[in-house]
């Protein structure tokens, strides 16, 4: 057992000092994609329908990009005409910093429309962010769909899987929590204690358009499949369109520094949030462990 802590201690540290090295990477690729065409594909559209949607698009990705500089890293946009209207969401952590958060972005819709070619449905995650677009007004809903999520999970198991269970639950449930209080604008972040030398990092984060219960909604849908897809995994994530939620044993979000963006009220530029009181669900505590 010592020299199994011993050991667990030593891929703590080389896990935060390898950090600013995958930090790099974060803007770069998507952590996860999904392009869906429920109608015509791009190509076989006619000729003037085709430049509407691509002109549509294009207005919609760069508008998000250009919103959420100034938005608080939150921006909706909308675009186009008939059949061919689009709506889209864009949304970094609300942990990140300012410059983090654009770049992110600005790739996200750079790499959009090379990932998913103009489909109607187009969702691109990443480490620090994420971009949608869609033909139909999907803002304000919950969105929970298994087949456009991101799920990951580390290796291998911890050594005492209901103890680790344990402090992960509540190192979520008080992310969660915080994520649907007063003043959050729907994020949290938690730590909570494993061992005297390892602890459990958590953060949870709701887009900026949903209405505290439905924050709550999405939350309680994520952390509910810890269980199954994460058990004693050293580090799990479970990423909707809606909301995410993540836990890891090293030290991955940011603290809140006075001159960051992070330290904003996003409240103000939401016009359809609500008060974060009240939530549907209360997330105090999250077990997935019997």
């Keep these: 057992m010592a020299a199994l802590s011993q050991l667990l201690l030593v891929t703590v540290f080389l896990a935060a000092a390898l950090l600013p090295l995958a930090m790099a990477a974060t803007t770069t690729y998507p952590i996860g994609s999904f392009c869906w065409e429920p109608g015509m594909n791009y190509g076989d559209l006619n000729g003037s329908e085709a430049v509407v949607r691509r002109r549509s698009i294009n207005f919609v990705v760069s508008d998000l990009v250009a919103k959420a500089r100034t938005g608080g890293g939150f921006a909706t946009s909308k675009a186009g005409r008939g059949s061919e209207v689009f709506y889209g969401l864009a949304q970094c952590r609300g942990d990140v910093s300012g410059g983090d958060c654009d770049a992110c972005l600005a790739q996200a819709a750079k790499q959009m429309v090379s990932y998913c070619n103009y489909t109607s449905d187009s969702r691109l995650w990443y480490e620090y962010c994420f971009m949608r677009y869609?033909?139909?007004?999907?803002?304000?809903?919950?969105?929970?769909?298994?087949?456009?999520?991101?799920?990951?999970r580390q290796w291998p198991d911890m050594d005492n899987p209901k103890a680790f269970q344990k402090a992960a639950g509540k190192a979520m449930g008080k992310a969660t929590a915080q994520a649907v209080a007063v003043g959050s604008s729907g994020l949290g972040r938690a730590k909570e204690q494993y061992t005297p030398f390892v602890s459990v990092y958590a953060l949870a984060q709701c887009t900026r358009d949903l209405s505290p219960p439905s924050c709550a909604q999405c939350l309680s849908a994520a952390v509910s499949k810890f269980d199954k897809a994460c058990g004693s995994g050293p580090g799990c994530q479970i990423d909707y369109s809606s909301c995410w939620a993540r836990y890891e044993i090293y030290p991955f979000y940011f603290p809140l520094a006075t001159a960051s963006r992070a330290t904003i009220d996003m409240t103000k530029y939401t016009k359809q949030r609500t008060s974060w009181a009240s939530p549907a669900v209360t997330l105090e505590a999250c077990t997935w462990s019997s």
Excluded at 134 to 152: I, K, P
């Design 134 to 152: 869609d033909n139909y007004n999907f803002l304000g809903e919950v969105d929970t769909r298994e087949d456009a999520s991101v799920t990951m």
